[in-house]
């Protein structure tokens, strides 16, 4: 009863965070504890009905390949209807699951991080349209409804990373995130158009039927080039190598919005728009292979950097990137399954790390070295504990979440391309080390900052709660959804029904230990020394700790490049655009200049031209006279 | 050789001419005012005169000429109470001096 209301009502969904946003945002905001409690029951609600939604997918007969739609007609440009509504089948009820489950624990959880910033109830208000953005994005019917909330999620990302505002850092942050996603916009943005004029329609439902038409018909040729285009909106939302820069930059934000940014409502949006036009990459084998091994570079590039970082949100973030690179990976290998499955489970147990971190840093005045932390175990049992399960489940060790869906995308790479998979499982073993170098580091050994440490203790209840659901989540999401038949329910064209591969399920999880092992030597026993093994690496260390200077690299190609044409154009302007205002200005005034002394204020003279005048027009009359007697006919 | 309308319309024109040179050339407002003065009366010469040669039954000419008189009359008090108040504000009633409408 309740599933079907549910499903007839969907839209509610986005509409209610957008609803609270709107209240919030325009009676209650001075009104901090006000505003958190309609923003979270606003989610909470949103969050029932996504599971009423998902309890009617399961129940009823809606499947990938017989969705339930809804629409209405949004506006028509000449004879291009645009409708817009909700689009539900399995991929959407997983996606709203998500995004409604993270939003709903990351509101909970602000409600203590937040206690007493000024800007409590602007936060809620931002956090609710960020989540609305993100549920109406996953909605989407039709490419051009997508790209609507795609901005919107763009423009709360911008306002929730640059909430600091008074932080230079942070609006600098903000400005790079928006700056960097709207690169990729643009190319989905033309993707999107061309899309209209190739096929005359925008929406999903249509587009898949058309699309292998044309395919079978007219060949791949054209339609790579739009698939190209398309994807690059998705590098730039979902961090993907060379647009990854504002990703660990967009830490700058309060640390429940890079929770939600990093899981559910921003970088997931690249994958999602993926895996919802995969009718129209995965008839494109060359989109595929850049997708597969742009993803597995991705991955590995960012896991890489992580190794040596230091701030506990830069870790994170960089790992968010390398788990988004083989979610890509995934999708590229066409196992449309394993990207969504490891899109849920990392959704849970990122967000669970960054609110971790959070914690971390609520209790230590806002040090975010993991360096300067050290023994915190004792003092943040919960936060350890949480923490610990995260890092088992990215690491892949079973039964942990992560295990289950890592170990499906490197099944699916395994069967593609032996390269891929060996990317893949070296990436593995990189990110279980530098995982459990933040754990070991941050709460194993001795205080590295007594002051800080004594200051130090375990989080509120609104904060504990959701860390505590998440940890729940993390640890079954993945034997759940593995048992339950995921790979049925969520798919493209026919299910794999691979079981467990032991071979490589056996091979990531030893990878996997012994990387906690070596981690445990370095950090805890300290048998080798880390900084030795840092000067031993040299060069290999520096460029992973600067990132590979890739930031360098674009500021210095956009000061070359930005520099150069304003140069040019201030050359253009000055002299030329100015040139000819000037000149038409300095014209005027000559002419001025020479007719102004005839106005000298002397009547006489004024009267003399004026009997000039009037002397002229005599002898032009007398000179014409005969003519004009005789066009009067000789009247006179 | 009588007297025709050619005679009048050159006493006429003479009579304008030289009200006209007064205009133009006099520094003296007093004098430009009564150059003026000549002008319209060379104007009235002429009503006068086509309203007795030329076939007009009425006396449309010299009541025009009146109608003119009584606004010389008029024109002639206004520009010397003018010329008053320019010379009891300035000083002078020299129009070479009387230029402050100058661009």
Known sequence: MFNEFALEHAWLIPLLPAISFVIIGMVTRSYGKLSAAIAVSMSTISFLLA???????????????????????????GSVNISMGVLIDPLTAMMLMV?????????????????????YGRFFAFLSLFAGSMLGLVLAVNFLQMYFFWELVGLCSYLLIGFYYYKISAREAAKKAFMTTRVGDFGLLLGILLLQLTFGTLDFMELQQLVPIYVMHGGAGFLTIIALLLFVGP??????????????????????????????????????????????????????????????????????????????????????????GYMMLALGVGSLTSSFFHLMTHAFFKAMLFLSAGAVMHAMAEEADIFKMGGLRKKMPVTFAAMTIGVLAISGIPPFAGFFSKDEILAAAAQVSPALYILATITAFMTAFYMARLLFVAFMGQPANQEAYDHAHEVGWFMRVPLIVLSVLSVVSGIWAHMAGFDDWVRFGVPAHEGMNLMIAGTSTLLAVIALALAWKVYVAKSWNADALAEKWGVLYQLSFHKFYIDEIYAALIKFFVDGIAKVLYWIDVHIVDGIVNALGGLVRAVSEMLSPAENGQVQSYAGVYLFGVIVLLAYGVYYASKLMAMLGGAF | MSIGLTHYLLLAAMLFAIGMFGVLSKRNIIAVLMGIELMLNAVNINLVAFNRFMPVHDLTGQLMALFAIVVGVAEVAIGIALAFRIYRDRNTINVDELNRMKG
């Open chain 1, 51 to 77: 599971v009423g939604v998902t309890l009617a997918v399961v129940a009823g007969n809606i499947t990938v390949d017989a969705p339930f739609v809804q629409k209405l007609s949004w506006f028509h440009i």
């Open chain 1, 235 to 324: 590098i730039g939302k979902s961090g993907q190598f060379p647009l990854h820069v504002w990703l660990p930059d967009a830490m700058e934000g309060p640390t429940p919005v890079s929770a939600l940014i990093h899981a559910a409502t921003m970088v997931v949006a690249g994958v999602y728009l993926v895996g919802r036009a995969f009718f129209l990459f995965s008839q494109l084998p060359a989109v595929m292979t850049v997708i597969a091994w742009l993803g597995g570079f991705t991955a590995i590039f960012a896991a890489s950097i992580a190794i040596t970082q230091r701030p506990i949100k830069r870790i994170l973030a960089y790992s968010t990137i390398s788990q988004l």
């Open chain 1, 99 to 119: 995004v409604t489950t993270v939003s709903m624990l990351v509101q909970i959880y602000s409600c203590g991080y937040m206690e007493g910033d000024p800007g």
